[in-house]
């Protein structure tokens, strides 16, 4: 089986041979081809032809806990995702360690009700090789799409942290590929402790117009309302107003996000104080510049 | 916007104080100091931290800010002559030199603040890629590049910088307009610096939406630039046309529009190419080209003098604006039919002037001694007149053959005109058939003598050319038959084989019909020949039979042709003169029975029987006036002891009036004494023959066998002849002149005669043709009929309208139509 990815991946990605741009990100320093990669991502082509990055000939990545450790800085591990993706159209995350047993604060005598993890997913893979005895397996889910098996293991976090990624430097086909790898692995792993994480880092990496992992995070809270009472979820719930207006919504049997909002507020026109709602602002066809265009104000600058 | 719900809230100002010191850094073109990843990252945490619409009204406002400070700058380049507008009269007051460099400056300026504005705008377009993709098109918004691109047009373009001035748009648009008349005044200007300006134009919006139509160039520069250039072109083609010559104009207009052409790729746009080649055409071509054409030096001098280049430039500039060409296609119109009609107007001043000498002739005869050059040469000067005419009027075509292909690249439109006015030239002419006739006529007897077959094929090949053209085909037909029967008869023609290629060629014109009876004319000379062939047999046969008959005399010899009455035009060898008399003669029963004497009676008589035998039933009609004779004649004095005289029949039975022996053939004539009404009444030849070949045989000095009494050129009543005994001749043969020989031009009552005529058989074929129309058709409305009629017949002449109502009149009341009383419109039915 020896495909275009294979000859990209042992010709040029193993051995950094023509590497013509390096990528750094906390501890790792990838050789790539800049042919690839600007293929791949509107944003690699700025620092392959532009600013200083151009003259280096290499682009450091700021990784978490770099000093300016925040949401917009990436986790190496992710970026490493990222760039194996550029290679291979695909990446493999690494399976989580198994979750310690939950235990109920309010000691009734009963039992966990709660479903124990699954330790192993009966494969229903047509024998696809194992590479790790502890990982867990997806069933193989057919995509709407009618895409071949996508193995998508039970790392939500890594896959929620790897669309961040795709989402930031416009790599769409990964951002596709990793939102369909976060549902499969929510759908088998919504029991796993940390999938209170992975909902927060999806909340909180990309912007609400964005949907894929927001909305397979409510699907999962939605469907399994038992997650709530686990004290990981109740914490991320609480932190993040976006999830909580969303499970409302969805609890009230409603779409998580309003298809046909109602703007109620702020197009106000700043000299004769007329409202004027966003979808009404028809001159300017969205264009609000704080007045109506329709008073008298000299220095109106909407064209009617 | 309210923006709660983030675990990390972000302030907003030191993250935008990075992003505005970047930025900044980038404008002054130190961008490769910059890290990309910290502008992107810190944009990106901006947006993910929905602080998207702050941040992109901030780089609104730090462009804005940015480009009143360019604008600044630009408007330091204007100088003086820039900034004082037409009305003030810069364009007077600076030179030229000085005008163009300070619009260059400025447009340099301009295109620099645009390319970097440029430039720059694609850097914050990286960095604020994440912005753009989710802010911007989740809320609707522009692009940030479009929207600076719109910021560039409004602080740059559209903002006043001082008061009671323009704009710089408006500046621009001058600079750009007084850069291009300075070039089409022949200065150099650099192209690119305006093109550059222009892509600016063109990638500027009127408003934000960006449509197609509403580009600044579109807008705010192309309306202005066609608008001066119309103005421009309509000044200089006025002047061009009342300074230089049509050439040159022509010259001159077509690298005008090379020129624009030029200047739209190399320094507008290319889609202003066909706006601005419009302009240039309408001013400098659609508009003046009847100006062109009439000028001095306008299409008749080109034709005049030949100069086929500018006549081909003319077309071209022509053809470029309009494919019907119609200005110079009048033109050339008018100049075939002025031409035209000078050769017509020459040619009936000649055939005017032809009478008077033909009256003049017979006196010289008289005075020089009796000279036949001379009516030959009358005769000749009539024919030459039509020989002339038909050589002209070639000559005209083939001029303008040439022009149009050499000059009008055989233009389909223009070729046709020049046949339409062609044909129009020679129908015009009321004497072309019967000139196109002689002209043929005058070559098979004289024109083709020596001449080898390709010349011979040029010559009828020119003949058909012009015939092609005549409409009234029926007319030339008519001529063309006598002309050919007298050439025939007389055996004037020189080659019987280039006769029947002449009528093979009119086969393939003008077809079957048209030849059919001239075809059997030459059946029945070949027929004549086997005939006569035929019969001296015959008589040899029967005088071996019963040799002696008649006193062992010799019997005439007879060579006879016999013609079929109607194929035939037979009145063609009746002069003018004479025409009258035969009219009442013509009558097959009316006919007055010449008087043969007997030697010549038995052999008419023998041939009526021999024909008789071979084709019972048929009737011959004796054409006296057309034959000729061989007689042997003594003359005492002559040194010659016989002459053979070779003379028309009439004269033969004159003379033989006078011989005295009539046993003795060609034996001395007597001495007796006629007067003119004894000679009629002793031949019964009609008067005017009679007198026409006394005049020959007692006038003419080579061929006086006679003395007339009183001695006069007129030949009166009572007029005395009686033998010449004194005739000398120093030729042993002597041919005695046939009046009526030649061809030449009808006189004019000869001329009503073959137009009644034409009328008759036109009437005939015009009744044919409705009759066979509503024969098919059984009812027809009036135009119709009219209409098919005339498709009919136009192959044979131009039927006249009121000649065809005439005629379906006739055929009404003889019943072969009747009127449609119900019919909404007039209309016809046929009556089986």
């Known amino acids: 089986m020896s495909g275009p990815t294979d000859v990209l991946r042992e010709g040029f990605a193993e051995t950094g041979e023509f590497s013509d741009f390096e990528i750094v990100c906390g501890p790792y320093t990838f050789k790539v081809h800049k042919a690839i990669i600007c293929a791949q991502s509107k944003y690699f082509r700025a620092p392959c032809s532009k600013f200083a990055e151009s003259d280096k000939r290499t682009i450091e990545l700021k990784a978490i ?23 291979n159209l695909d990446y493999v995350a690494e399976p989580l360690e198994p979750s310690p047993v939950p235990r109920r604060l309010a000691a009734t005598s009963a039992p966990s009700p709660l479903p124990p993890e699954p330790d192993v997913v009966p494969s229903v893979l047509e024998s696809q090789p194992v590479e790790d005895a502890s990982g867990f397996y997806v069933p193989k889910r057919t995509k709407k799409k009618g895409k071949k098996a996508i193995q998508a293991g039970n790392n939500t976090v890594m896959h929620a942290k790897v669309f961040a990624a795709a989402v930031k430097y416009q790599v769409f086909a990964l951002q596709e590929l990793a939102a369909t790898k976060f549902a499969s692995a929510t759908e088998t792993s919504w029991n796993h402790t940390k999938f209170a994480e992975a909902a927060r880092i999806a909340y909180t990496t990309t912007v609400e117009e964005v949907r894929e992992l927001r909305d397979a995070v409510g699907r999962a809270i939605h469907e399994h309302p038992e997650l709530l009472d686990k004290l990981s979820i109740e914490t991320a719930v609480k932190d993040n107003a976006a999830l909580n207006y969303e499970l409302l919504r969805m609890a009230r049997g409603m779409p998580a996000i309003a298809e046909n909002r109602v703007i109620d507020e702020g197009l106000k026109c700043a000299e004769c104080g007329t409202w004027l709602f966003y979808e009404e602002c028809n001159p300017c066809k969205g264009e609000y510049r704080g007045c109506c265009g329709t008073c008298s104000n000299p220095n109106c600058l909407l064209e009617l | 916007m309210p923006s709660q719900g983030l675990t990390t809230d972000v302030e907003f100002t030191p993250v935008w104080l990075i992003l505005e010191n970047a930025f900044t850094e980038i404008h002054t073109k130190n961008a490769s100091k910059l890290s990309f990843e910290e502008l992107y990252r810190n944009a990106y945490k901006l947006v993910l931290k929905k602080k998207g619409e702050e941040l992109y009204n901030k780089v609104v406002a730090f462009e804005r800010a940015w480009l009143a400070s360019v604008r600044s700058l630009v408007v330091h380049t204007l100088s003086a002559p820039l900034l004082m507008g037409d009305e003030v009269g810069g364009r007077t007051l600076a030179t030229t030199n000085e005008r163009r460099e300070a619009g260059e400056k400025f447009l340099r300026c301009l295109k620099q603040a645009w390319e970097e504005h440029n430039t720059c705008m694609g850097m914050l377009t990286d960095v604020l890629m994440y912005m753009d993709r989710v802010y911007c098109t989740d809320h609707r918004k522009q692009s940030i590049f479009a929207k600076a691109m719109g910021v ?110 030029d200047r739209c790729r190399s320094t507008l746009s290319e889609t202003t190419t066909p706006k601005i080649q419009m302009v240039v055409e309408d001013e400098l071509i659609r508009n003046k080209m009847k100006g062109l054409i ?98 002209e009027i070639l000559a005209l075509k083939d001029r303008f053959d040439a022009i149009c292909r050499q000059a009008f690249a055989s233009d389909q439109v223009l070729s046709t005109t020049l046949n339409r006015s062609t044909a129009d030239v020679i129908n015009s002419f009321s004497r072309s058939s019967e000139y196109i006739s002689l002209f043929i006529d005058d070559n098979m007897k004289r024109g083709i003598k020596d001449k080898s077959e390709a010349e011979v094929d040029a010559l009828l090949e020119k003949s058909i050319v012009v015939l092609r053209y005549v409409a009234d085909k029926d007319v030339f037909e008519t001529y063309y038959k006598k002309h050919l029967c007298k050439r025939l008869l007389l055996k004037k023609s020189q080659s019987v084989e280039v006769e029947k290629l002449m009528i093979s060629r009119m086969k393939v014109e003008l077809g079957n019909a048209f030849t059919g009876k001239l075809e059997a004319m030459f059946k029945d000379m070949t027929l004549s020949e086997e005939l006569s062939n035929g019969y001296r047999k015959h008589v040899a046969g029967m005088q071996r039979d019963d040799g002696g008959e008649g006193g062992g005399a010799k019997a005439a010899e007879l060579s006879i042709k016999v013609l079929t009455s109607m194929t035939w035009p037979l009145e063609a060898f009746r002069s003018g003169v004479d025409s009258e008399g035969m009219e009442g003669g013509n009558g097959k029963g009316g006919r007055v029975e010449i008087l043969l004497p007997p030697e010549i009676r038995r052999v008419k008589e023998g041939f009526e029987r021999f024909y008789a035998q071979k084709y019972s039933g048929r009737r011959l009609t004796w054409q006296n006036n057309m034959g000729d004779a061989d007689v042997k004649a003594r003359f005492p004095s002559s040194r010659h002891a016989v002459h053979d005289v070779n003379c028309s029949t009439y004269a033969m039975l004159i003379l033989l009036l006078f011989n005295n022996d009539d046993n003795a053939r060609g034996a001395r004539l007597g001495g007796k004494e006629m007067t003119l009404e004894e000679i009629e009444a002793a031949t019964n030849i009609p008067m005017d023959d009679l007198k026409r070949n006394l005049q020959s045989l007692a006038v003419a000095p080579k061929t006086r066998f006679l003395v007339k009494e009183p001695m006069s050129r007129e030949i009166n009543a009572g007029d ?47 009744e044919a043709a409705v009759v066979r129309v509503m024969k098919q058709r059984k009812e027809l409305p009036h135009a119709q009929l009219l209409g098919e009629t005339i498709t009919q017949l136009s192959h044979q002449f131009r039927p006249d309208v009121g000649m065809i109502k005439k005629k379906i009149e006739s055929l009404i009341e003889r019943e072969y139509l009747e009127r449609v009383e119900e019919a909404a419109v007039p209309s016809y039915r046929y009556l089986a």
């Open chain 2, 294 to 391: 009439e000028m001095e030096s306008g299409v008749a001098f080109m034709v005049d003098n030949d100069k086929l280049h500018e006549l081909g430039l003319v077309f071209e500039l022509e053809a470029r604006v309009d494919p019907r060409k119609p200005e110079l296609t009048k033109a050339i119109q008018r100049i075939v039919m002025e031409m035209g009609a000078a050769i017509n107007n020459a040619a009936i001043a000649a055939s005017e002037a032809a009478p008077t000498t033909e009256a003049v002739a017979p006196a010289e005869e008289q005075e020089e001694g009796g000279k036949k050059a001379a009516p030959a040469k009358a005769i000749n000067a009539q024919t030459l007149a039509a020989l002339k005419w038909v050589a």
């Open chain 2, 720 to 766: 005395r002849f009686r033998w010449n005994e004194g005739f000398t001749s120093k030729f042993m043969k002597i041919k005695v002149g046939v009046v009526s020989a030649g061809n030449k031009v009808e006189g004019d009552r000869e001329r009503r005669e073959t137009e009644k005529k034409s009328n008759d058989s036109r009437g005939f074929a015009i």
């Open chain 1, 65 to 87: 806990g770099d000093g300016e450790g925040d949401e917009a800085c990436d986790d190496p591990d992710a970026i490493k995702l990222m760039i194996d993706f550029f290679y």
């Open chain 2, 152 to 261: 560039f047009r409004d602080e740059i373009l559209r903002t006043e910088f001082r008061q009671e001035m323009p704009v710089l748009l408006e500046v621009l648009r001058r600079v750009v307009l007084d850069q291009i008349q300075m070039a089409r005044d022949g200065e150099a200007v650099d192209p690119f610096v305006i093109k550059s300006n222009v892509y600016m134009l063109e990638a500027l919006y009127r408003s934000e939406q960006e449509v197609e139509d509403e580009k600044l160039y579109l807008r705010d520069f192309e309306p202005d630039f066609l608008s001066q250039s119309r103005d421009f072109y309509r000044g200089e083609g006025e002047r061009l046309l009342k300074e230089s010559d049509a050439g040159t104009y022509c010259r001159h207009a077509k690298r005008r529009i090379d020129e624009e052409g």
